[in-house]
Structure formats: C-alpha cells, structure tokens
T-cell receptor
C-alpha cells in the first residue's frame, strides 16, 4: 500500500520569508515517482515537479527547490522569498508504475503582504 | 490553447437524482481520470481510463459511473446511490504511462452540492 503524509496542515508566513513543506511517503516498490502540485484558489491543480526514485539529486527552479532523500522517505519542497501569489494548497503525490496517484492531504500556504 | 474543460463549474443535485459532470480534453492524451476532493483531504481516485472504451475503478468508485466513448471525453455520473456526493470533482488527463509516469493535467473542477 502507498501512503503520502503531509504533516503540516497550514503554514502562514510574511512575504519574503522562506517556507518549507514536508512530505513523507511509504511504498514497497523500488521504482516510484514523486510529484508536487499547487492548487491556487481557482481550484485547478498545477503540476510543479516529478522525480523518480533513482534520481536523488536536489532540484532548483527559480524560487522553488526540492530535497529528495530516500533514506528518510522524504521529498520536501521549499519556496524561497515567498510572495503573495504563492498562497495555495500544495499537494505531494506518489505513483508506482501504474496510473494511480496517491495524494497527501495537502498543506495550505498563506503568504501575507 | 490545449487543456481540460470541466462543466458545469457548480452543480446542485436533488435527492434521488443522477447528475453528469462533463470533462473534455484537447491535449490528445490517452489516459483520463476522475478525482474527488473533500475539505482538508487529498484527492481520491474515482475512476480512470487508459484508452477509449476501457476504464477501471479507483479507490472510491461506489455510487459513480463513467463512459469513455471518445478519446476527448470522460463524463462522470454521480448516481443516487452515492449518499454523500457533496464535494469538489476534478478531472485529469495524461499521456499513457510506460516506463515513466507522466504528470497529470487537471481541469478547473466542478463543485457539486445537495439541494
């Protein structure tokens, strides 16, 4: 069985602060894929990143960075110098060689001006 | 622009009534999915389809039905058997998975409420 845990329900920061979202996963498969999605107030989910289980390189994309550590089954997401437009619900998800995505419960990020 | 269109944005259901949510995509994706989102919870998979005229149950298929007669369309019917249908419904599509799982692209969602 697969499981994704996002322990932080809500995070509130002031603009320009950094914010890190935690994601811990469980799977018995050796090949799997991890994703982060952003859900702004409009409702649609926006794909941010995909990482496969054999690639533990950290990644930076603009103000976003991801830290994947297989040893702790974690795939954490950091927003640097947060902006009001970053306010959204962020979901971590896991897939193991099938079409199913297992989602975490999401973390609501509120960035105050 | 390519994308996924869900309609209507808001839908109200009376007791004992079946309602159908529309999902159309012009991304030429083979796979399509329906998810249900409840407040404070992640998305849960209702049904998915990898190819036309074929679909599989997800984790919470009871009380729902789907069809996949065309590649572009994957409508979801919420039947009267679904006793707690109030939720936000999201449709998604992706390229067919092979060795690599493809990211799913999502529509704007339909919010269903009971009258």
């Amino acid at each position: 069985a697969q499981k994704v845990t996002q322990a932080q329900t809500e995070i509130s920061v002031v603009e320009k602060e950094d914010v890190t979202l935690d994601c811990v996963y469980e799977t018995r498969d050796t090949t799997y894929y991890l994703f982060w999605y952003k859900q702004p107030p409009s409702g649609e989910l926006v794909f941010l990143i995909r990482r496969n289980s054999f690639d533990e390189q950290n990644e930076i994309s603009g103000r976003y960075s991801w830290n994947f550590q297989k040893s702790t089954s974690s795939f954490n997401f950091t927003i640097t110098a947060s902006q009001v437009v970053d306010s959204a619900v962020y979901f971590c998800a896991l897939s193991s060689n099938d079409y199913k995505l297992s989602f975490g419960a999401g973390t609501t990020v509120t960035v105050r001006a | 622009d390519g994308g996924i269109t869900q309609s209507p944005k808001y839908l109200f259901r009376k007791e004992g009534q079946n309602v159908t949510l529309s999902c159309e995509q012009n991304l030429n994706h083979d796979a399509m999915y329906w998810y249900r989102q409840d407040p404070g919870q992640g998305l849960r998979l209702i049904y998915y389809s990898q190819i036309v005229n074929d679909f599989q149950k997800g984790d919470i298929a009871e009380g729902y039905s789907v069809s996949r007669e065309k590649k572009e369309s994957f409508p979801l019917t919420v039947t009267s058997a679904q006793k707690n249908p109030t939720a936000f419904y999201l449709c998604a599509s992706s390229k067919r998975s092979g060795p690599y799982n493809q990211p799913q692209h999502f529509g704007d969602g339909t919010r269903l409420s009971i009258l």
